[in-house]
């Protein structure tokens, strides 16, 4: 018997079907062992020895795979074929080692692209050694990212509060992103005019030139810079005499795009499905171990984490074969396309991401797989069909045109593009399909030299230009693997960092740095600045590269980076917070202090009209506060800039307006609680005015009138028309409610708190007066269904502090989340209160004081020890609570320290 390691159940699975009997596949379940977040797991002072943690979970399963061992003819390692899957087999063979459950059986390593029976059959027969270079290479990134990441981290926390973790790559990635956004800050707009002419030929084709010169000077997009000029240009189009000076037609192809690296992969996926990152990589790992289809566990795609774009020649025949017989042989060039990539690491570059069968269509499969699997495997078997395909030809044609008018010579230009035969064009355009430029298809009509063109109207358009746009995932995807930072295997899981670290957010599918990620990266610009420039971290992954090579010694290349970063960590000891401080507040003028429309200092206090305003850090981070304090409490959040709608907004806060009646600004914020609306800053340590959003109202639809008004409440409705009180409606801990006296009802889904009338207001009232009291302790706000069918008592739906419940007497069960609490019925209500009481425990029986307090004076004991040993034993739970969080300490420290 012999035993086969992979990572995933799902794998081994598939994998025993193909090898039969004689074989047992065993899964790792990924990485077993790691380095624990402790002083001492990497240690520079030993050469850098690393001492390894065995997952906890993965115990029981290295206990398992060492007993199958013991008892097999021979081990085969059989994980992914990279440097991760390298370093997984490496070490499930250590941990063997260690048990002893190696003796003299025979152990190799075979890696297949495919999780095929074909391939998986070839790779049995084609075994060998564990890759030590490739070992070597894992080993000296994990010691790097472990280096910076746990030496770099406290030292943020020391200097930084508020600050979460720095990493090798996370930090540099972080740095582009907040880059980009000083570029937009800083972007000064430049005013530009388009001029374009409408001409007509004899025979009445209309088409458009622009204007490209004039009294024999080259004009460019943004040379007419005014108005003024602009006019003068159409001045003299409007009376010029046109004529065609030459045409111009030329013969072009475009060559079809490789087949998908992980990378490029990444990119489209986002771009076509609006898939992140890291959502298309974990349905590439589904498609690629394998998908029932027809009773059969498939595996539809190739490994997908490689560099490679290069395709094996059988899937090169294939695909060839395929597009003869759906397209035609027109579409099939006269020989097979070849790719190379710039991967920088050959051990890597592996085949491309590929269909495994390219006669598998997507309308074959589509019935099988769940909407993201089939529209991300169609996706690549286009790009893969399409990379064989035949070149697209066109014909570009540009035809000059002079016009000529009191004593001015204006050169104007026209451009068009035909496709003669649109070949892989036919199948796939890179991009989302609505941008996608119909420039193919722009055709000209036919003319000749010297003819003459009519004036059909002459258009001058205004334009300002636009700061360059924020990164997306993929435009990020693509820079950092445009710098070699970092690899395509790992953006992933580097940009689902940012985000848990709250260093970026999402917005609009674009990146936008955090005050937290712009706070972290102006300090390590600051304080280290080597280790977050672009050029040195691409460095260190070529060196990484090479180490894999086997061209580098991996300690040498751990000790010439240790003694630098060590050195730059040790300059960092004596400074003191303040300074820090000062420096970032220097480092982030133009973000958190942009100059005022009005030309005022943006430095001065609104509140107190004499403070000045700078960077403070407190407990949960930084903020922007006064120097009068205590005196002045004003504080907000760091970045000031322009929301959509033209209001003043800074990062969590937008300013709506002023109030007319106070005088006091409007804001609308982003609280540890949700949206609020809040009047003013507040003065003499009394609280400003505040109001929560009533529920189905969003934020983006909140303008200072609706502010205005829910700030007002509560509000008078009108008099009841029993007693002559007044009706109250306002905003409440548990949402909008109306009041009348000492009774509190709650509005329903439909009812709007600005704008409920007296009717329905005195209609809810007298419901809930109905009602009577509420038993069992009902929390306001909750939404009574009635009595219990079959017990006495009310039944509710209450908000909870972990979501909706409903309630009978003691017993409380919480709403799953396909049920919306406004909408429960009672009997959906009692079948999950029947089943939350069937599964609480018995209660055990207790004991009457006055037994317990008689059995000792029975037997001569004194009661008072007794009740001195009660206490003692309710006060062990407090300390072993207390404990408890105690070992939770390096829990936290090691998901803060944690690298990329």
């Not at 001492?51 to 199958?68: F, M, V």
């Not at 955090?514 to 420039?533: H, I, M, N, P, Q």
């Not at 200092?601 to 509140?607: E, F, I, V, Y």
């Not at 003692?872 to 070992?887: D, H």
Request: with cysteine; glycine share 8%.
């Amino acid at each position: 018997m012999q035993v086969v390691i992979v990572e995933s159940p799902a794998k081994a699975k598939t994998i025993n079907k193909y090898l039969g009997p004689g074989y047992e596949v065993i899964a790792s379940y990924g990485h077993v062992r790691d380095l624990p977040a402790k002083d001492g797991s990497v240690d520079p002072e030993h050469d850098f020895r690393m001492l390894w943690d065995i997952d906890p979970k993965a115990q029981k399963r290295l206990s398992d795979i060492a007993r199958a061992v013991k008892a097999a003819d021979g081990l085969i390692l059989a994980t992914d074929p990279d440097r991760e899957g390298e370093a997984i087999s490496w070490h499930v063979l250590e941990i063997l080692k260690e048990k002893r459950a190696l003796k003299d059986q025979p152990i190799s390593r075979v890696v297949f692209n495919a999780i095929t029976k074909q391939a998986v059959l070839d790779a049995m027969r084609h075994p060998r050694m564990i890759d030590a270079a490739l070992v070597d290479a894992y080993l000296a990134r994990r010691a790097l990212d472990y280096l910076v990441g746990f030496t770099l981290s406290p030292v943020l926390w020391r200097k930084l509060p508020g600050a979460r973790s720095a990493g090798r790559v996370q930090s540099v990635a972080l740095r582009l992103v907040c880059d980009r956004e000083r570029e937009i800050e800083s972007f000064v707009k430049r005013e530009y005019w388009s001029i374009a002419a409408k001409l007509a030929t004899p025979r009445n084709d209309v088409f458009e030139a622009r204007l490209v010169g004039a009294d024999g000077k080259k004009i460019g997009r943004l040379d007419v810079g005014t108005a003024d000029e602009a006019a003068a240009f159409r001045t003299a189009l409007d009376t010029a005499d046109f004529v065609v000076r030459s045409v111009e037609a030329k013969p072009a192809r475009r060559h079809p795009y490789p087949p998908f690296t992980t990378s490029t992969l990444q990119q489209e996926a986002s771009r076509k499905l609006g898939l992140a990152p890291a959502i298309t990589m974990r349905i590439a790992q589904r498609l690629y171990e394998g998908v029932d289809i027809g009773g059969e566990t498939v595996g539809l795609i190739t490994y997908m984490r490689t560099d490679g774009v290069d395709m094996a020649p059988e899937a090169v025949s294939a695909a060839r074969s395929v597009i003869g017989r759906d397209y035609g042989d027109r579409y099939v060039p006269s020989a097979p396309r070849k790719y190379t990539a710039k991967a920088k690491n050959a051990q890597e570059a592996h085949e491309a991401v590929r269909p495994t069968e390219l006669d598998r269509r997507p309308k074959d499969v589509a019935r099988y797989l769940e909407g993201d699997q089939a529209k991300l495997y169609e996706l690549i078997w286009l790009r893969t069909i399409a990379s064989q395909m035949e070149s697209a030809e066109l014909e570009r044609t540009t035809v000059d045109i002079d016009a000529n008018a009191a004593g001015r010579h204006i050169e104007l230009r026209a451009t068009g593009s035909v496709v003669k035969f649109d070949g892989f064009l036919t199948l796939y355009r890179e991009g989302r399909d609505d941008e996608e430029e119909d420039d193919e298809n722009r055709r000209l009509p036919a003319m000749s030299a010297q003819e003459k063109l009519a004036n059909k109207g002459i258009a001058t358009d205004q334009h300002f230009t636009e700061p360059p746009p924020r990164y997306s995932e993929a435009s990020l995807v693509k820079r950092m693997e445009e710098l070699g930072i970092g690899r395509p295997s790992t953006y992933a899981s580097v940009l689902a960092v940012l985000r848990d670290r709250e260093y970026v957010k999402l917005d609009k599918r674009r990146l936008v740095p955090e005050d937290k990620g712009r706070l972290v990266t102006a300090f390590l610009e600051s304080f280290f600045d080597r280790y977050v420039e672009y050029d040195f971290t691409a460095d260190l992954e070529e060196k990484l590269d090479q180490i894999s090579a086997g061209d580098l010694d991996w300690k040498q290349v751990l000790r010439d980076f240790w003694r630098d970063f060590s050195a730059a960590v040790g300059e960092t000891k004596d400074l003191r917070v303040s300074e820090v401080i000062e420096r970032l507040d220097e480092l982030l003028t133009a973000h958190i202090f942009p100059p005022k429309d009005d030309g005022s200092d943006p430095r001065l206090c609104p509140t107190c009209g004499t403070g000045h305003l700078s960077l403070k850090v407190g407990k949960f981070g930084a903020f922007i506060g006064c120097s009068n304090y205590p005196e002045c409490k004003y504080t907000r959040p760091l970045a000031a800039q322009n929301g959509e709608n033209g209001e003043a907004e800074t990062n969590g806060t937008r300013v709506l307006g002023t109030d007319p009646v106070t005088g006091l600004e409007v804001t609308l914020r982003d609280g540890r609680f949700g949206v609020y609306l809040q009047l003013g800053e507040g003065k003499d340590g009394e609280k400003p005015k505040r109001s929560s959003l009533p529920k189905g109202l969003a934020p983006a639809d909140v303008d200072l009138e609706t502010a205005l008004a829910l700030l007002s409440l509560p509000r008078e409705i009108g008099r009841h028309p029993d007693d002559g009180t007044a009706i109250l409606a306002g905003i409440g801990k548990f949402g909008p409610y109306v009041q009348h006296g000492r009774t509190y009802a709650n509005l329903d889904a439909g009812d709007d708190i600005l704008a409920i009338g007296l009717n329905r207001a005195v209609a809810l009232i007298a419901d809930k007066q109905n009602k009577g009291p509420r038993r069992g302790g009902a929390a306001a706000g909750g939404r009574e269904l009635g009595e219990h069918p079959t017990l006495s008592g009310p039944v509710t739906v209450r908000p909870g502090r972990f979501g909706p419940y409903v309630n009978h007497g003691k017993v409380n069960a919480t709403l799953p989340k396909s049920l919306d609490p406004d909408s429960v019925t009672m009997e959906q209500a009692v079948e999950l209160l029947t089943a939350k009481a069937g599964s609480m425990p018995a209660k055990p029986a207790r004991r009457s004081a006055t037994k317990a307090a008689a059995k000792p004076a029975a037997s001569g004991e004194a009661p008072a020890k007794k009740t001195t040993a009660k206490a003692t034993a309710r006060k062990a739970p407090a300390k072993a609570k207390s404990a408890a969080a105690s070992a939770k300490a390096p829990a936290r420290r090691k998901a803060a320290a944690k690298a990329d």
